[in-house]
């Protein structure tokens, strides 16, 4: 069955650390890998997106990196601000954008 | 340019009763989306449209419609709504599946509307 699954479930940090989110998929034959991030009450914005051939891909204070092998892929924060504090949603797609399997999400809380 | 919007914001329907929540789109984008999300479960599509006229179910197309009449609307249609139609339902759009400059294209969302029946 085709499934994303990401852990932890929520994770509270202080502001100024760093931290990492995993996701496991089953989704095959693999496409692309997305991250999303979505604040409470809005929808979910784009943090980075991975194909195949791709290994690592930084946004600013986001690194993501893809091991297409073993089906992982980690989101890592560096030096966390209280605007990180939001879901962080990673999203497989099978074949092409229509076919985009979505996991749970790991709920980050950045405290000062 | 306003991106993606949506349509209430919330709304509160009595089992049975029926609505359409809107999505509109200002980007040219062939591909629109609904999503529906409940709590501590991932995204999961309703129905897609790969431009206007043409539609298709996605994985929880039971209770809803949709139509396409032109590039930037989206409609979704709820009939008869039930409690497990409860949720957050998010409208999206793209460009066509493929690749831009080696990636695939961008999935834009809108804010997303609260439904609650009961």
């Known amino acids: 069955k085709n499934q994303v699954e990401q852990s932890p479930q929520s994770l509270i940090i202080l502001e100024g650390k760093n931290c990492t989110l995993q996701c496991n998929y089953t989704v095959s034959p693999f496409s692309n890998l997305r991250w999303y991030k979505q604040d409470t009450g809005r929808g979910p914005v784009s943090l980075t997106i991975?194909?195949?051939?791709?290994n690592t891909k930084s946004n600013g204070r986001y690194t993501a990196t893809l091991d297409a092998d073993t089906k992982q892929s980690s989101l890592h924060i560096t030096a966390s601000q209280l605007s990180d504090s939001a879901s962080y949603i990673c999203v497989v797609s099978q074949y092409n954008n229509n076919d985009m399997r979505f996991g749970a999400g790991t709920r980050l809380t950045v405290k000062p | 340019n306003a991106g993606v919007t949506q349509t209430p914001k919330f709304r509160i329907l009595k089992i049975g009763q029926s609505m359409t929540l809107q999505c509109t789109q200002d980007m040219n984008h062939n591909y629109m989306y609904w999503y529906r999300q409940d709590p501590g479960m991932g995204l999961k599509l309703i129905y897609y449209s790969v431009g206007a006229g043409i539609t298709d179910k996605g994985e929880v197309p039971n209770g809803y419609n949709v139509s396409r009449s032109t590039t930037e609307d989206f409609p979704l249609r709820l009939e008869l709504a039930a409690p497990s139609q409860t949720s957050v339902y998010f409208c999206?759009?793209?460009?066509?599946?493929?690749?831009?400059?080696?990636?695939?294209?961008?999935?834009?969302f809108g804010p997303g509307t609260r439904l609650t029946v009961t």
């Open positions: 991975m194909t195949f051939s791709e």
């Open positions: 999206a759009s793209s460009y066509p599946s493929g690749l831009a400059g080696g990636l695939p294209y961008e999935q834009y």
